[in-house]
């Protein structure tokens, strides 16, 4: 079984519509973070966590929030999504005992129209 | 400037062939540098640190040059395999907004 889950893996939905990605681990990090990939212009850091009373910005966290549930689940949310949401959201953990390495789930790709 | 930068690429180069290309980092107080991989349509994932005094895992190399503020990866002996997109990371623990700091992929495409 994967370590680091999201669900869903694929999304379309509409402008203005609120919708959740969720993502769950079983590495037992305590590290959490939430990224956005477009083309050309790699992977941008919107939320991350360093336990479940820790919640900061990343680079681009407008019009986006977040839930730490419990240490293993951290969800993202589109408030009311916009066409240029448009992109392909990971989710990562890491360990301090790692060197920070990040360990990402599959992805989920997000289509806004 | 971006604090992470590589060449986007793509590197084609025939299987076999020696191929290595750099990353350049801003912040002289990064601390800890890795080369990530990633497949088209996956996630990326770890292919090595980068340590102070180099790195060789099978195939691949890795240097830092703090002086110059730029890390390598060499591949030799390239295989059709190997063809992916090769992200830089750094880590600022510094850094107010982002402390891990990814470049935007160097392409790679190994052709037969």
């Known amino acids: 079984d994967a370590d680091v889950t999201q669900t869903p893996r694929n999304r379309i939905t509409k402008t203005g519509k609120r919708i959740m990605l969720e993502c769950s681990q079983t590495k037992g990090h305590d590290r959490m973070y939430w990224y956005r990939q477009d083309p050309g212009l790699g992977l941008r850091l919107i939320y991350y966590s360093f336990d479940v009373k820790d919640i900061n910005k990343g680079e681009i966290s407008d019009g986006y929030s977040v839930s730490r549930q419990a240490q293993a689940k951290f969800s993202l949310s589109l408030e009311s999504a916009i066409p240029n949401q448009t992109a392909l959201y990971f989710c990562?953990?890491?360990?301090?005992?790692?060197?920070?390495?990040?360990?990402f789930g599959p992805g989920t790709r997000l289509l806004v129209l | 400037r971006k604090e992470v930068e590589q060449d986007p690429g793509p590197f084609n180069v025939p299987e076999g062939a020696t191929v290595a290309f750099n990353c350049t980092y801003s912040?002289?107080?990064?601390?800890?540098f890795f080369w990530y991989r990633q497949d088209c349509r996956k996630e990326p994932k770890l292919l090595m640190s980068?340590?102070?005094s180099g790195n060789e895992d099978g195939r691949f190399t890795a240097q830092l040059n703090r002086a110059s503020q730029y890390i390598s990866l060499l591949i030799r002996d390239s295989k059709l395999s190997d063809s992916a997109t090769y992200l830089c990371?750094?880590?600022?623990?510094?850094?107010?907004?982002?402390?891990?700091?990814f470049g935007s992929g160097t392409r790679l495409s190994i052709r037969p």
């Open positions: 980068v340590y102070s």
């Open positions: 990562a953990t890491s360990d301090i005992g790692e060197g920070e390495t990040q360990y």
């Open positions: 912040n002289s107080a990064s601390q800890s």
């Open positions: 990371v750094v880590n600022n623990p510094y850094s107010s907004a982002s402390k891990i700091i």
